[in-house]
């Protein structure tokens, strides 16, 4: 009977054992991965937008009449005498090997009057000059150019002769 008692003890003890559930993991989904190639060399690349590049490659600029000592504009302004030159001085903050800059002068309709250039050379200022002696009374139009970028523009105007008297 002893025996009994004990096949019976341990069979109540196994049937009273808490059961766990293992819960196998969900199997991995399937990602798909898209590789892009980006090319070191862009002259094959193909383009489909242009970013503006705003990296700011003057310092100033100045339209006026009055030149200081050093040859750049003294004093803005945007109204001028007929036959009074008219300057343009552009201060870089960047001037490359190889850097061209220029004023392109324009009447009101926009045909070209003047566009003298320089060669920079590493020089950071450049003054252009307007002559205005040719240039009847209107609007015209200064377009100031680092390379072949355009940096500064301005309108401005030669007034009619005044009548003495």
């Not at 960047?94 to 003298?116: A, C, I, N, Y």
């Not at 609007?139 to 150019?145: G, T």
């Amino acid at each position: 009977m002893r025996k009994l008692c004990v096949v019976v003890a341990l069979l109540s003890a196994f049937a009273c054992q808490k059961n766990e559930v293992v819960v196998q993991p969900a199997p991995p989904k399937k990602v798909k991965v898209k590789t892009v190639v980006v090319p070191t060399d862009a002259r094959n690349a193909k383009i489909k937008e242009v970013l503006p590049m705003e990296i700011p490659v003057l310092e100033r600029t100045s339209l006026g009449t009055k030149l200081a000592k050093d040859g750049t504009v003294y004093e803005s302004q945007d109204v001028f005498a007929p036959g009074q030159p008219v300057y343009v001085t552009m201060w870089l903050k960047e001037s490359p090997g190889g850097l061209q800059t220029s004023v392109l002068f324009t009447d009101v309709k926009g045909k070209r009057v003047d566009w003298p250039r320089k060669q920079m050379n590493g020089a950071k200022v450049a003054t252009f000059k307007l002559d205005t002696t040719k240039l009847g009374p209107g609007e015209y139009h200064a377009q100031a150019f680092w390379g072949m970028n355009i940096e500064a523009e301005y309108k401005f105007r030669i007034e009619a002769a005044k009548k003495k008297g």
